[in-house]
Each structure stands twice: as C-alpha cells, then as structure tokens.
C-alpha cells in the first residue's frame, strides 16, 4: 500500500529541517568563535547576527530610496509628528491639524530652546497626560550638560525604535560591509554600566537614555562580561569585571562603547591594575577589595576557574608595555565601535596611537538624548562624517552667520550648501518641535540628495572672553600643533576656562583663557612651551590676534596638572550632575568654578 500524503509531506519537512539545521550547524561551525561556548549561546547568538543582519540590509535599502527625495520625506516625517501630537495641550495650541506642510508649519511655531519646554515637562513629571506627547513618556531624560544645567526631556517609544531601525540595524550592516571579519561569533566586551534612575513624582523613571544592561538583557549573551556584573552598584567594581572577563578570553572580536572615552578610562585602569587582575585569573577568583554581594560574588565565581597558562601569556604580555596592547591580548580583535568626534576626538586619537594601535576604530552614530541624527555610512573613513537620517528628525538648519540673531531664518535639508555651517534645528518624536539643540555641524557634501555632515562645536562650548567666538575644535586643532614642538609631551586630556569665572584665583586683570593640560612625557611646562600655545592660537584665529596685539586679552594661563587629575574631575562632574558614565562628556570649556578650582589644586606645574 503507497504511502499516506501526509506521511510522505511530514518525512520531507523532516529531512528538511534535518537539512537545514545541518546547514546552519555548518556555518556555525565555520565561524570565529570564543572559547568554552555553550551550544544554545552560539546559535542564539548566530540567530540574532543573522536577525540583524537581514534587517540591516532592509533598513538600508529604505535609506537609499528616501535620499533620493528628501524633501518628500522630511514632509512626510514632520506631518506625522505633528499628526500623531494634534489632541495633545500642546498641539492644540499651535493648531497641529491645520498645518498641512513645513511652510506652515515654520509660520505658526516658533524656534525654541529648553526654556521653552521646562514647565510642559515638570507637569508630565507630574503625571499629567498629552501635554506635549500623545503617549506616556518612557523615561525622563537627563542631557549630558556639557554646555550647561542638565536638561530632562521625554523619550518614548518612538525613539528607541527609530534609534534601533534607522541607526543600529544601518550602521551594524555598514560594520559588515567594511569589517566582514566581524560576522563571527566571538564576544564583545562591551564597556557599559547599570546607570541609577530616580523616579518623578508621578513614577516616571528619571535618568539616561542610552543602551544599558537592562536595555540590553536579551544580548548580554553576546558579551563577555557576566550578567550578575551589571548588578554591582560601583562603576569601579564594574570595570574591574569588565576587565577581568575580558582578559579571560583571548577570542574577543569587538571593544565597545557609546564613546571613546569610556574605553580610553578602560585601558587606564587595565594599565593601573593589570598585576591583580592577572592574579584573579591564575588563581580563579574575584578579588576581595571589590564591595560585591555575597549572591553575586558566588555568582561570577561560578564562572571562574583557575588559569595559570592564560595568566603567563597576560603577564607577559604586560610586562612587554601597554603601546599595542590590545592587539597582543585580544589576537582576533576586529574592531573598536565607539564615537570618537566631537569632544570624544582626543580619546580616539590616543587609542590608536597608545592602546589600540593597528586596530580598526568605527564611530556608528551622530546623536544626542533629542534622539538619532546621523549615521556613518563610511567606516573607514578617517574623517568621522554622518549622513543625517531624513526620517529620523525634520531638520533646520540655521547659518552660522545668523546664530545670535532675534528671528533667524532656517533653511531646509535640500536647501543647505556644502561647505557651510549650520546650527541644527529639529522636530523629533518625542515632543520636541523646531527646537535648537545646540550642536554647530559643517556640511561637507551629500548622498544623492541627503547633506553629510561633520560636527564641529557645541554652541556653550565657545571661548570668548571678547567676543571672540574660538570653538572646540579649533582649540584643540591649536593645542595639538603646540604639543607636536614640546618634546617627549604627549597629551592626555584638557580643559579651558574663561578668566570671568576665576576671580582672583589665577591673578591678572586682563580678560584671558585659562588651559589646564594633563600630559605624559612632561614633569613642567616652561614659560617658552606655555607662550607656544598662545602663539599657535593667534595664527589660527585671526580675530584672538587681534585682540592679544590690542591687548584686550592677556596671554593664556597654562597649567599642567597632576597624572589622574581628569579621571578625578570626570567623576567630579558625573556625581554632581548625576550622569551615567555611557553618556558622559567631557566639558571642554567650564562652567563652574569648582571644577576649575579643583584642577587648580591639581597643578604641578
């Protein structure tokens, strides 16, 4: 008797799942890959590469089409925010259902800053609902407050779904095109930390919007470091475990990071503390100074297990110097993600020279807590250049010619010119309408109709004590021409402030900067090294020059300050500001003058 259809329909699906898991048992198998892997964790790992990788390639597929006409879809992007806001307090005051375009749109609503926002946003605190938003806020969050007073802004779903969609999938797919290496299965240690959320009034949680662990529960498989790690309160304690998991394992692929500095301050406490964790390891223990629960210590004890042959190739390894040192603990590293422009610049720079040399760097994003604003279509690009994202944001740009004025006409995504600067302007999906973020970004050209951009300086971030206006990145492109003519220097971090917030801390009555340099190579600045750097200034702005030959700015007050003085400050400014180390920026102009007091006490020469 023949067999049944069904019989002979469930055998062929049979064989065919047989096959297919034989396949993709295959190109697991084939793939780079950690050591002392469970097979569940590789194939959910191979899942979720694969996952992510298939929408990668979809999401920029869409990218491509919508740069072919922005204008359509910066329309489409504004009118949706404005359509799904209508019902709020908000919308109904600037009549959101009339506005049918972005001409309207620009006639009935104002630019705005934060202030305008700050008391809409304290009423949601309190729990009042469709103020400004349609939905009910996920977090409340806190800005990194590099140019002022932290700000709480909304973040909602939207946004975390854009960000994941528009930016990760893009910039993940980007990552595979230039780095095939990367589609392994090796681990990631990823340098991040469970940041502490209060609650407002209401129970809305208050704190930083960036990924984090609880974010990221369903990946922490894809790491290196232990889940039970992220349960440790101290940033310190968590590092060290970071550390520790790491160096376990030879097989890592990826360092990453929201940005550079969190990887450079890595490596600094790999460099001070090496000794005790090659210990731990040799031996297969956490060490005791860590103040960890008892739960949690047996834990990450459980998954560790005496390596005396692994300790040796790491002491060695040591004791060969820190230049290079990734590359020779982590033989298979393909890559550091993290950002390194903007204030983070410095940071990347001495990775590749010191710590990482010879490894790839990849800086994904350009964004901000306002949400996602730019990609990275070009990994290997030296020069760090974000293509903004038409369905991320409705963007303005205003030109720098016209930043202090009353009424500043903006211009649109198809009306910018490359070469110049603007300062972006924009309505994001979280309740934030035409609004001035601050960041001054230059447009150095354009795919198909989309501008690319390179960010420049952050508005509060400005030295001028004349109205001089020198930016964050021309001091620094000062600094490091000065530092290339003193010998043995190598430069570590800096800091500038203006004389108006020193009082008579540093004497002298003529405005001037005050610059506060940390080094490596140098024990004194002599007066010579300290007039090169105003020197190097005047030739690189030709407006300081005129005021220092005018003598209405004094020449600069350099100082060098102890090993580990910004290491302290950074802490310093996180714990008063309440800021988790993943979204962390170094101020580069101060505020405050604690901070500058503070650095002044740390002065050694």
């Known amino acids: 008797m023949p067999p049944s259809l069904p019989s002979v329909l469930g055998s062929t699906v049979g064989v065919c799942s047989l096959a297919g898991m034989a396949l993709i048992w295959r190109d697991v198998s084939s793939r780079m890959k950690g050591e002392d892997r469970t097979l569940s964790s590789l194939l959910s790992q191979y899942l979720a590469v694969k996952g992510v990788g298939w929408l990668g390639k979809r999401q920029r597929k869409k990218l491509e089409a919508d740069t072919l006409n922005v204008k359509l879809v910066q329309e489409q992007t504004l009118l949706k925010r404005l359509r799904k806001n209508a019902n709020t307090c908000y919308g109904r005051q600037y009549d959101f259902n009339s506005i049918t375009d972005s001409v309207g749109f620009r006639a009935c609503h104002p630019i705005t800053t934060y202030e305008h926002y700050r008391k809409l946003i304290r009423r949601i605190a309190a729990g009042e609902e469709k103020v400004i938003i349609a939905e009910k806020p996920l977090i409340l969050a806190m800005t990194s407050g590099t140019s002022g007073a932290s700000a709480m802004l909304l973040s909602t779903k939207d946004t975390d779904t854009e960000f994941f969609l528009q930016g990760v999938a893009v910039c993940l797919d980007a990552m595979g095109r230039a780095f095939p290496a990367t589609d392994s299965l090796q681990r990631t240690t990823e340098f991040f930390y469970s940041p502490t959320f209060r609650q407002s009034e209401a129970g809305v949680p208050i704190g930083p919007n960036s990924s984090t662990p609880a974010s990221s529960r369903h990946m922490l498989n894809l790491y290196t470091t232990p889940a039970a790690a992220f349960e440790v309160p101290s940033q310190k304690d968590t590092l060290y475990l970071h550390l520790l998991f790491a160096l376990k394992d030879p097989s890592v692929g ?43 210590r047996s834990r990450l004890e459980a998954v560790m297990k005496p390596d005396p042959e692994r300790a040796a190739q790491l002491r060695a390894h040591f004791q060969e110097g820190f230049r290079g040192i990734a590359k020779r603990l982590w033989p298979h590293l393909h890559l550091v993600l993290a950002v390194d422009s903007g204030s983070n610049q410095i940071y990347g720079e001495m990775l590749r020279e010191n710590y990482c040399r010879g490894v790839p760097f990849y800086s994904p994003f350009y964004a901000a807590t306002e949400g996602l ?24 740009f205003l030109p720098e010619s016209s930043l202090e004025e009353e009424t500043p006409h903006t211009l649109l995504m198809e009306e910018v010119k490359e070469g110049q600067n603007y300062e972006l302007v924009v309505t994001n999906a979280s309740g934030l309408f035409r609004y001035r ?3 001054i970004v230059k447009v150095v050209g354009f795919h198909n109709q989309c501008p690319i951009v390179e960010f420049q300086y952050r508005r509060g971030q400005m030295l001028s004590v004349r109205g001089e206006k020198v930016s964050e990145v021309l001091f620094l492109k000062t600094l490091k021409t000065a530092v290339a003519q003193w010998q043995g220097a190598q430069l570590v971090d800096y800091c500038c402030a203006e004389s108006g917030i020193m009082g008579d801390s540093t004497g002298g009555s003529d405005p001037h900067y005050q610059v506060f340099i ?73 505020r405050r003058k604690e901070y500058a007091d503070f650095l002044l006490g740390k002065t050694v020469s």
């Not at 024990?523 to 209405?552: H, M, P, W």
């Not at 350099?558 to 400050?569: D, S, T, Y």
């Open 518 to 590: 940390e080094m490596k190579g140098v024990r004194n600045l002599t007066e010579e090294q300290r007039y090169k750097l105003d020197i190097c200034l005047q030739q690189d702005s030709a407006v300081y020059k005129s005021f220092r030959v005018k003598g209405s700015i004094g020449p600069m007050r350099v100082q060098l300050v102890a090993e580990g003085a910004f290491k302290e400050l950074r802490e310093q400014m996180m714990a008063f500001s309440n800021t988790s180390p993943n979204t962390f920026k170094m101020h580069r102009v101060l």
């Open 254 to 296: 990826t360092l990453e990071s929201n940005f550079a500095s969190t990887v450079f301050y890595a490596f600094s406490a790999l460099q001070d503390r090496w000794q005790e964790l090659v210990e731990d390891i040799e031996q297969g223990k956490v060490s005791s100074a860590l103040a960890l629960e008892t739960k949690v």
């Open 373 to 396: 604003i730019g990609v990275n279509l070009w990994p290997q690009e030296s020069n760090r250049r974000y293509m903004l994202c038409p369905r991320s944001m409705f963007c303005e």
């Open 437 to 439: 973020i601050g960041d």
